[in-house]
């Protein structure tokens, strides 16, 4: 197969009929230079398509992203490099001319075959022995780079015959000469040059393959590392390697001369050349995606606002690989170096494995063998993966080695029919929303704490001087009026005294005088003494009147400090009162800071919902792309519905269950359900979404249900205008409906109504699908027959056919089949009180027939089954049969009892014709044999 593209380019002397058009079908242009658009690097010359997005500004964009799975057609782009001669060649081949002949301009090489005749090859880029290591790195490497900066992955191969410059074009360090700086050390300069050091990382690995056993060349110790596959997304990582953060260009370029020195020892302990083994350095580059208003930014400041702005926000992982293949030329087969012929073939397995994997890819063969070798499964994303490759092939001019040179120029001309899809690694970065969360939540808490702390101490700290001021002023009060007590008791008993002293002494004078008069009558002489007793007594009375002023005045100063002390107390008391007021204060203070703690709580409920909800969308995307890409992601809604047609909930959704458990459980369902009445239209959507996603699950049902939810989701159908909302919160109610006790429960809060508005005002024909899905749950309810039917569920279902989308047809095809069943129970209960032993369908009668007949043989397989249900089960019931004829139903039971594929539904329709006479009648009248 190889040998078969030799002649496809040529473009000799005499071989004119292939002209280089018409066989190179490399789709034009096929310069790198062809599509430069401004990229972060300003290069005016390298990006090499219209990939390079801006940032996506919003979470949405970023789903975008995330959803354009099938990604931009990137072929491989393949440089061929000519060495110039060196000195040995100089000498050896001075009288020969070189094999090869570039066309730079044409991006032509031309191979000599003999003196008169050679091929000519096209190339996307042909550089000359006087090409730059500038140019070269620009015009093979730069537009990788960029990409990878971009977010994509992305692949730098050299391959050639040793001696060729695979090493030079790669690996040269340039220290001594600048200029002669190679693709790795320029690569790691325009990589720094452009990330950011707070939010974006960039970290190496650097390794070498050899006889399919993968070293370490950061760490000659660990000479086994395995290649470990994500079974998942088919991307190849190598845990065992050291991986180092690459901060600066020094160090790196440290890195690669220490890598060196490795490869060097481990060659030379294997006995080997480093010409044998591939080196392979890998460069992981991850930025943060900026512009948006991520939630990193509500780190400071006033964080209650602006938590509902905030979104994950977005990580682009891309990966670099720089590889430097063993030297393409054979290994002697009889085992150079001293290997044997089964080491030999090892050594050569890997590069032959990626030729044979090329060949495939070029050809587009089925079967890509890239398990083969460690190298083909290392490099899978490169060559037909998701990854920008860039592949520079090195030959030498020597005639001598015409043949490996031929052999390498046919090998980058496979590759460059290979096919890349290249794919954006972008995801949310769930990790360090969850984390800047949980900071939030923990200041939060801590602020809280702080606040709640301070007002405790305050209120204690007033209590108590408050306290403290009473028992002082209550103190000096008894003490003072204590003093003033003793003092006048004292004054009184003092008085009391002089008084009883003074009127012992006047008693005494009394009787000695009138002892006198008795004894000597001299009336001048006793007129004087009475006179001055007289005296005596009047001096005692002003004596008296004296001390009772001095009482009067003691009692008034009394009376004036207790006065006072009771001012002092009513001041106390005042103090107290302020001191009360401040109290109440702080009070105050301490619910407000209640309030704002659960409306902090009631937004961090709002997030949580919304990570969870975006994680659930996130869930669902990947799940969808692991079931394979060509899948369109219908969202939410697509789970809702498989859960109505199929209760059983599949292992599928084993990530959805989980990250349910963690709602619950961080969230609470009141919370959930008391965001369905939200304010904000965006928070309503994603808990609606929630509820419904929660309704999907049976094990939630009941627990909605008793919350209040179904109602909710009821009371949402009337009063949102808007249709994403109607649409889910339908599905969620189809959900809830699969359970007898919530059937009845809807119907008794009008949902027939409410189902059949939302039904009629819907543009979406998903609305319609879950509104129809309800209602055919409902109609499978015996016991609702009659009020489904009263309240106009029949008449709803049948106008929602004539917007024909199929699944809405389905539905309604099986909420008629539903009906139909019960009807037919209900007719051959013996002791049916209801009177429909003899009354018509209830279909039958809101005019549903013609439909089910138009559809008896519908092309979809699903409504044609649930049509030919109902047909079998109307015609249970010979009340039924005159319609059923007089409607053309009896030529479909009649197809039905031949042709259905369904055996179980051929045998009832065919029982149920033998059974009527009415039908046996009219099929003896039309002479149909049965
Ligand atoms: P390879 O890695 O393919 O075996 P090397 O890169 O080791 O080859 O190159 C072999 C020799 O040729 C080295 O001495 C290198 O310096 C020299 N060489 C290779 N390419 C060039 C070039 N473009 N200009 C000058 N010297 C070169
Ligand atoms: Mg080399």
Request: proline content about 2%; overall charge neutral; charged content about 30%.
């Amino acid at each position: 197969m190889a040998a078969a593209g030799y002649g496809n380019y040529r473009n000799g002397t005499h071989s004119s009929r292939n002209s280089l058009n018409s066989t190179n079908k490399v789709d034009r242009p096929l310069s790198f230079n062809s599509n430069a658009k401004n990229s972060s690097l300003k290069s005016k010359s390298l990006n090499s398509s219209g990939l390079r997005k801006s940032a996506p500004a919003s979470l949405g964009a970023a789903t975008e992203a995330a959803k354009d799975d099938a990604g931009v057609p990137g072929r491989v782009r393949v440089a061929v490099r000519l060495r110039p001669r060196n000195a040995e060649e100089m000498v050896a081949d001075a009288d020969f001319a070189d094999c090869v002949e570039l066309q730079p301009e044409l991006k032509r090489l031309k191979l000599r075959k003999n003196n008169w005749d050679s091929d000519t090859y096209e190339f996307d880029e042909v550089l000359t022995e006087f090409a730059s290591q500038k140019r070269v790195y620009e015009v093979v490497a730069k537009p990788v780079v960029e990409s990878v900066l971009d977010g994509y992955n992305g692949t730098v191969m050299a391959y050639g015959q040793t001696g060729t410059g695979k090493t030079y074009t790669l690996g040269r360090l340039g220290e001594e000469d600048t200029a002669a700086r190679g693709i790795m050390v320029r690569a790691m300069e325009d990589i720094l040059a452009d990330v950011s050091q707070e939010t974006d990382s960039v970290s190496v690995s650097y390794l070498q393959l050899y006889m399919e056993t993968i070293q370490d060349l950061l760490d000659p110790t660990n000479d086994n590392i395995s290649i470990v596959e994500d079974p998942k997304t088919g991307d190849v990582s190598l845990p065992g390697a050291s991986l180092i953060e690459i901060r600066d260009q020094r160090s790196f370029v440290e890195l690669l001369r220490s890598g060196e020195v490795h490869r060097f020892a481990a060659n030379t302990k294997l006995n080997t050349k480093s010409s044998r083994s591939h080196a392979i350095l890998m460069v992981h580059v991850k930025r943060s995606v900026k512009g948006r208003d991520s939630a990193l930014s509500s780190n400071n400041g006033d964080n209650s606002h602006k938590v509902k702005s905030l979104k994950p926000p977005v990580v682009r992982k891309a990966k670099l690989v720089v590889v430097d293949l063993a030297g393409s030329e054979r290994i002697d087969k009889s085992g150079s170096e001293g290997h044997t012929l089964e080491e030999a073939k090892s050594i050569n397995l890997s590069l032959s494995a990626l030729g044979k994997c090329i060949n495939a890819l070029a050809e587009n063969s089925p079967h890509v063998p890239v398990r083969d070798s460690k190298l083909t499964r290392l490099l899978r994303d490169s060559f037909g993966g998701s990854a920008r490759t860039s592949l520079v092939i090195t030959i030498g001019p020597s005639p001598r080695h015409r043949g490996e040179t031929a052999s390498t120029i046919m090998f980058g001309q496979r590759a460059m029919k290979v096919q890349n899809m290249l794919k954006l690694k972008e995801e949310f970065d769930y990790k360090s929303l969850a984390r800047v969360l949980d900071i939030q939540l923990d200041k939060l808490i801590a602020e809280h704490e702080r606040q709640q702390k301070a007002f405790e101490e305050e209120i204690e700290r007033i209590a108590i001087e408050a306290q403290n001021q009473i028992s002082e002023v209550e103190r000096n009060y008894e003490d003072a009026l204590e003093k003033e007590r003793v003092k006048y008791q004292k004054a009184c008993m003092d008085s009391i005294k002089k008084l009883e002293e003074k009127w012992m002494l006047n008693k005494q004078k009394h009787v000695s005088d009138d002892n006198k008069v008795g004894l000597k009558d001299d009336s001048s002489d006793v007129t004087s003494k009475e006179e001055g007793s007289q005296v005596a007594a009047m001096e005692e009375v002003a004596e008296l009147k004296k001390l009772l002023q001095k009482e009067a005045h003691l009692r008034k100063a009394a009376k004036e400090e207790v006065d006072n002390l009771k001012s002092q107390l009513a001041q106390s008391k005042k103090l107290e009162a302020t001191g009360n007021s401040e109290v109440l204060k702080l009070l105050k203070m301490l619910e407000d800071e209640a309030c704002q703690k659960e409306k902090l709580e009631g937004e961090i409920a709002i997030l949580q919902s919304q990570l969870l909800q975006v994680s659930f969308e996130a869930d669902e995307t990947r799940r969808r792309l692991d079931k394979g890409g060509s899948e369109k992601i219908l969202g939410g809604r697509d789970s809702q519905m498989s859960q109505l047609q199929h209760p059983q909930l599949n292992d599928t959704a084993n990530g959805e269950k989980a990250s349910i458990a963690k709602l619950f459980e961080q969230v609470g369902l009141h919370k959930i359900l008391s965001l369905l009445e939200a304010e904000d239209a965006d928070v309503r959507i994603h808990a609606v979404k929630v509820v419904a996603n929660l309704a999907a699950e049976e094990t939630n049902q009941e627990k909605i249900v008793e919350a209040g939810g179904l109602t909710s989701l009821l009371t949402l159908l009337r009063s949102s205008e808007d249709e994403t909302v109607h649409r889910i919160a339908a599905g969620a109610i189809a959900n809830l409906a699969m359970n007898e006790t919530n059937q009845e429960l809807i119907m008794a809060q009008g949902g027939i109504r409410l189902l059949s508005m939302t039904a009629a005002n819907a543009e979406d024909p998903q609305t319609l699908r879950m509104v129809a899905g309800a209602i055919a749950n409902l109609c499978g309810n015996d016991k609702l027959q009659m009020k489904l039917r009263g309240e106009g569920g029949i008449k709803a279902l049948l106008g929602m056919v004539k917007y024909r989308h199929p699944d809405v047809l389905a539905q309604v095809a099986r909420g008629i089949a539903n009906f139909a069943k019960c009807e037919s129970r209900a007719s051959t209960q013996v002791s049916n009180g209801a009177g429909s032993k003899n009354r018509k369908s209830l279909l039958i009668e809101d005019g549903a027939l013609p439909w089910i007949v138009q559809n008896a043989n519908n092309e979809t397989s699903q409504i044609r089954r649930h049509i030919e249900l109902a047909l079998c089960h109307l015609a249970q019931h010979e009340v039924n049969a005159k319609d059923m004829i007089s409607g053309g139903a009896l030529l479909e039971l009649v197809r039905i009892s031949r042709d259905c594929s369904r055996e179980d539904i051929k045998t009832l329709a065919n029982r149920t014709l033998t059974s009527s006479s009415t039908f046996q009648a009219e099929l003896r009248r039309l002479r149909i044999d049965y």
